[in-house]
């Protein structure tokens, strides 16, 4: 089966302005998971999303925001970036709640 | 909701000594546990797990244990090499549930040649 992949791989943006990140799961696999890793930081819980609703939500602002598709494909958006949004955006996705298979994520540079 | 605690937050080791990498959980209800390697610039990647119906799994030179009555669980690597330098990450989730996976905070191991 082809691994979890993530598009754009690199991408810069300016403050103020927004983003909109895509993520495809391995086949079969229902649930999308999203989160932000900053150097020397750990996995940042964004949110999940199972079978098109938003199952568990972490400590972010509204400015997160997500979606999933009948497809299970998922997308984040980030609106009104911030310095401090610059990051490594990762996607897991599992078939329920179970083994989580990661993306190569999204590197973001918000300048 | 879960709380993994993960320790120690960066460990430096000889080669060819071992490594132990300790989490403890909070929700007794979790009872699946992966350890996630992530190499620098890259993904995390599923190395070894375990479930609450053993207590010990090995797979070479990577070994996970579980005790569900501390509430903890350790991730053993023996024999240490250079390219096991990477930063390890602890889970914990109750599978079949709908909560989110709890990850620890990460271990960055540095084996020296």
């Known amino acids: 089966k082809a691994g979890v992949t993530q598009t754009p791989r690199y991408l810069i943006k300016t403050r103020g302005q927004q983003v909109t990140l895509s993520c495809s799961p391995i086949s079969g696999h229902r649930s999308v998971s999203w989160y932000q890793q900053t150097p020397g930081q750990g996995l940042q819980f964004l949110f999940e999303y199972f079978s098109e609703t938003q199952r568990n939500k972490g400590n972010f602002p509204g400015r997160f925001s997500g979606r999933q598709f009948s497809n299970s494909r998922s997308e984040m958006n980030v609106s009104t970036l911030e310095l401090g949004d610059s990051a490594l955006y990762l996607c897991a996705s599992s078939w329920s709640t179970d083994t989580q298979y990661f993306g190569p994520g999204t590197r973001l540079t918000v300048l | 909701g879960e709380n993994v605690e993960q320790h120690p937050s960066t460990l430096s080791v000889q080669e060819g000594d071992s490594a132990v990498i300790k989490c403890t959980y909070s929700?007794?209800?979790?009872?699946?546990f992966p350890w996630y390697k992530q190499e620098l610039g890259k993904r995390p990647q599923l190395i070894i797990d375990?479930?609450?119906?053993?207590g010990e799994k090995k797979d070479q030179r990577i070994a996970v244990t579980l005790n569900k009555t501390a509430k903890h669980f350790s991730l053993h690597i023996t024999e240490t090499q250079p390219e096991d330098s990477a930063v390890y990450f602890c889970a914990a989730l109750n599978s079949g549930g709908y909560q989110k996976v709890t990850f620890g905070t990460g271990t960055k191991l540095q084996v020296i040649p």
């Open positions: 929700d007794s209800a979790s009872n699946y």
């Open positions: 375990i479930r609450s119906n053993v």
